[in-house]
């Protein structure tokens, strides 16, 4: 057994993000494998998996590394204030969804693979402590979760850096529930602190 460390950032991480089931094509980019376990083009290397790691610091840093080579990042990501507290995949591992910890929790989607921001936009006053993408949409569905609300994005018709909008989500009754530390996408429901809610 041997152990091997990313060793990039240079202050405390505060979240990560794990997509498997990646393939490196021989372009050097990288793609999901399909569900038969062949990939969808260009030539298989194997199942790989990626990682995301954020920190926190003044400009907090983003690093995507290949877990079997986690010496040398992929990419380096910047945009985000004071930490990086939720990120999550896409379901093709394309893009990559953060949370930072600004006062307007900012929702930021980055092509990863090419270094840039797709969108950029205030996500609550209320801290935000989870983002998930909707693993049973082929597009760019998302859900924001924290201290008493739950938010429902959908950047798949594009947006400027400027133009993402979310829906806030509704309760009957939060029954106690503060912090919502995570969600569950079910198809058309989602499991929230211990509740069902219909987007």
Known sequence: YKQRFMVAHDDDITSMA???GMQRNAKGQWTRL???GNPGNGENFGSRALVASGQMGKVPKIYVWDVDAPEEPLRELHGH???VVAMDFSRDGKKLISVGNDDGHTVIIYDWQKGCQLSNSKGHMA???SCVFNPYSPGLEFTTTGNKH??????SKGSGQNGLFGKQGKFPGWNGIKRGRCIKHKQARYGFGGCHVES
């Open 18 to 20: 794990l997509h498997e």
């Open 81 to 83: 204030q004071r930490a």
């Open 34 to 36: 399909a569900p038969s």
């Open 150 to 155: 739950v938010k429902f994005w959908d950047a």
């Open 127 to 129: 801290e935000i402590h």
